[in-house]
């Protein structure tokens, strides 16, 4: 691959322009500035969509873990008793206890549009007067993994948006990619990873989604599937309503524990061969396992059907690149893709590295012809 870097961190976020700054009564960091929704301007150039994880320096104080939250009437801190919860993951907490898992974030996440040079290799300008932040009770712990899609001239973004009532998707439109609308829930709870078409099949939007559940049943002993998260389909007259396709998407392979785990990357793309997607795979390994990125390729007219993939892994978690963000890392073996563009005979893929930072890699078009 000609390029492949990481082209904007947590170094380069400026806290003083967030939209906390000045709005809660203790010290944040940039935990990461990750996991990028990609898409092009009027004017040529990218725009990253990034999110901003924005922690509290000292999560714990007085016995209390706490956690950032949104009201309509400002950000407001949350105190939990150090006895009731789990804190061995340093971006969450587990409570203890009760008949289902029940989580807080050491974290707030907001989006932060970044404009790159047409080929993504340099940072031309960061927007933030144009920053995305919670401004409802369903988004009161943020704002998470935005993905852009282009549709007949109209920008759809969607976000997974994150509080106590839902764990929901939402969705945001645009004329021009920087000034967004919240259109509001579209999928509810725990459907997460929605990538909507960058174009239109039957005269309908189209839509890769990834409903979560704690059971599924099994396939047949010899069945060339496994059992768990797939990616789905679902189709929209309006991309507000949306009805769940009745034949299955991309499911997890029986001849790979690689995507043991799996859900959606980049919106789908038209090519000469059908749909090119990206997605995610997980290897089981550690706490959080190893995120690979992946591809297929689905049928124009009905991307149920797989014309092409492969279980060799396109992008790969790569070490060398966060290096000299070594003393910035909590976690390891993770690229996580979500954003494609095309530039000449190349695609240029964002991905978030390591839950850190934004990488950039140019593929050449050939690899999926």
Known sequence: MAFDQIIFTPHDVDLTRSPLAGRIDAETYVLGAFNPGLTRLANGNLLMMVRVAEALRQPIRDGHVHAIRWTAEGYRLDAWPLALVDTADPRKFMMRGGGWKVMALTSLSWLLPVELSPDGTSVVAIHYDRAIAPTADYQCYGLEDARISRVDGRYYMTTCSVSPERHATTL???????????????????NKDMLIFEGKVGGKFWAQTRPLGDLYFAYPPDSEWRAGPSINLASSPDALHWKPYDKPGIRPHAATVAT?????????????????????????????????????????????????????PLLEPAPTLTEPLKDLLYLENVVFTT???????????????????????????????
Do not use: K, N
């Open 260 to 312: 043991a785990r799996m859900g959606g990357g980049t919106p789908p793309i038209l090519t000469p061969r059908g749909w090119l997607t990206l997605w995610h795979g997980v290897e089981p390994s550690g706490v959080v396992g190893v995120y690979r990125t992946y591809w297929s390729i689905l049928d124009r007219y009905d991307p149920s059907v797989t014309v092409a993939t492969e279980h060799a």
């Open 172 to 190: 945001y439109t645009s004329d021009d990619a920087l000034d967004w609308v919240l259109e509001g829930i579209v999928l509810d709870h725990q």
């Open 339 to 369: 954003g494609i563009v095309e530039q000449g005979e190349e695609y240029v893929v964002a991905s978030g590295e390591a839950d850190l930072a934004c990488r950039i890699t140019h593929i050449p078009r050939s690899t999926f012809a």
